[in-house]
């Protein structure tokens, strides 16, 4: 029997690949968790049908939502991540010298469980002591923590069930309080092909509360149209303004400092998502 | 009934779009030839069984493959399009006032007419009096006409069937010697998320052809991966040396030349691709 799983990624397109075989489902409290093996990207996560990540191609999601804030600001030492139970954005942090202490807000404790037992190379920063694991709403969670953070990186899943919260202007505006002076936020904001509207208007959003506002966009080949985008809001320090001679180095395999300010040059198409915005 | 149109892009992932109505469908003497109406992006260009290009992202591979070579080159006259049958290249070509003739070498008539009848916004440029049609084999054109072309890019299909020829040392030799003595090269070079093999060895052939050698990337969200590599050949002019400020602007939808320089910064993994050949 040949097993494929498929994500309709929009009501009319989707991306299908060959399942060896199923390792874990469940329904927890909050969503329906599968975990897949495929052929062509090893271990899947998947969340309400949707593609979390997976084995082959976690490494640019994780890198491209941690990187840009990281290395922008000067000496990062107060990091959250709301959402992001899989892990993978705190092991980016966890890579920064600076950092003293990365809370992980994620609303179901059934995704860090999971990605612990199958995504171990994911996971493997859970576990380092300057790692705080909060079962938590991150909404609740930046509304009761003021003034605390230097990064704050938004790794929510698609904007439908439990991380519709996570797309609304009243949040980012929590983020910003939660936010040191000089603080800076990541979130990630979906597909420039298929989310349009969301992007322009996160990106208006994010414009009304933070001084410095930025898009960049990585590849990742399992998610819908395979180009993701991430909006920065910033309080002082501008990812392109950084001396490119200043920016830490680690072993990363998408990530690099020549790639840091490259990011932000975006197609037209892209580009003109946020010009009724910028004028 | 719901019809879905899936693409193994590799044997073990694909694409999979809803299909309103199959509109042609033709066995061609190269190949099968097949238009489809699809929802998400509108009507759709397929080629032994392989998504070529549909209306609503055939901007991106258009403008790609002909943008950087042609406002590198300060004055291209004379430009060669090896495969591009739809026309797309050669509408983008066109849009430089110093082009005096444009040659289309497309192995196929049948995908020249499918285009022009199916694909007309793609096709338009087909009719303009600088275009010349060859309904010839792209390899034995380049070897009957040398020291001809300030341009030639190589838009093929993968490299199976028709196509196999098109990702050789000897064909690039060839493109090396029907170009004039400043001549440039593009060609497309796969994803380098399936096809790393295949980006390692063109890039090593062309970098023993031409002293300068570049690779850029675009996102293309219905070929395999959605990330998708063209390889430069220059014998003077590098794209990474021009002054922005020389660069020509037009009515695109994804380059502009703000984009011009920073589509060669790749991300490390592909980097890696390219290491042992640029030692």
């Known amino acids: 029997m040949e097993l494929w799983y498929t994500e309709k990624q929009t009501p009319h397109h989707g991306i299908t690949s060959k399942v060896k075989k199923s390792l874990h489902t469940e329904q927890t409290e909050f969503q329906q968790l599968d975990v897949l093996e495929t052929i062509q990207f090893g271990k899947m996560l998947v969340l309400d049908g949707m593609v979390m990540t997976t084995d082959v191609d976690e490494f640019?999601?994780?890198?491209?939502?941690?990187?840009?804030?990281?290395?922008?600001?000067?000496?990062?030492?107060?990091?959250?991540?709301?959402?992001?139970g899989d892990g993978g954005a705190i092991r980016e942090v966890l890579r920064y010298d600076s950092v003293e202490r990365a809370v992980l807000a994620e609303i179901d404790g059934k995704v860090v469980e999971a990605s612990k037992k199958y995504f171990p190379q994911i996971a493997?920063?859970?576990?380092?002591?300057?790692?705080?694991?909060?079962?938590?709403?991150?909404?609740?969670y930046v509304?009761?923590?003021?003034?605390?953070?230097?990064v704050i990186l938004v790794d929510s899943t698609e904007p439908v069930g439990p991380a519709v919260g996570l797309f609304e202007k009243s949040f980012y505006?929590?983020?910003?309080?939660?936010?040191?002076?000089?603080?800076?936020m990541v979130a990630q904001t979906e597909s420039p092909w298929f989310n349009?509207?969301?992007?322009?208007?996160?990106?208006?959003?994010?414009?009304?509360?933070?001084?410095?506002?930025?898009?960049?966009?990585?590849?990742i080949p399992t998610y819908p149209?395979?180009?993701?985008?991430?909006?920065?809001?910033?309080?002082?320090?501008?990812?392109?303004?950084?001396?490119?001679?200043?920016?830490?180095?680690?072993?990363?395999r998408y990530y690099h400092p020549g790639l840091h300010k490259s990011v932000f040059q975006l197609p037209r198409f892209v580009q003109?998502?946020?010009i009724s915005k910028e004028e």
């Open 60 to 84: 640019v999601y994780h890198e491209m939502i941690t990187h840009i804030a990281m290395n922008t600001h000067p000496n990062p030492k107060q990091v959250l991540v709301i959402g992001g």
């Open 124 to 140: 493997a920063g859970l576990t380092d002591p300057r790692v705080e694991i909060q079962v938590v709403d991150g909404i609740q």
């Open 143 to 150: 509304k009761e923590n003021k003034n605390r953070f230097d």
């Open 173 to 184: 505006q929590s983020i910003a309080e939660s936010l040191n002076e000089d603080g800076i």
């Open 196 to 219: 349009r509207d969301l992007i322009s208007r996160v990106f208006q959003d994010i414009s009304s509360l933070f001084p410095i506002t930025r898009l960049y966009t990585a590849s």
């Open 225 to 252: 149209s395979g180009l993701w985008s991430f909006t920065v809001g910033s309080k002082k320090y501008d990812p392109l303004q950084v001396e490119e001679t200043n920016l830490k180095s680690f072993d990363t």
């Open 272 to 274: 003109e998502l946020l």
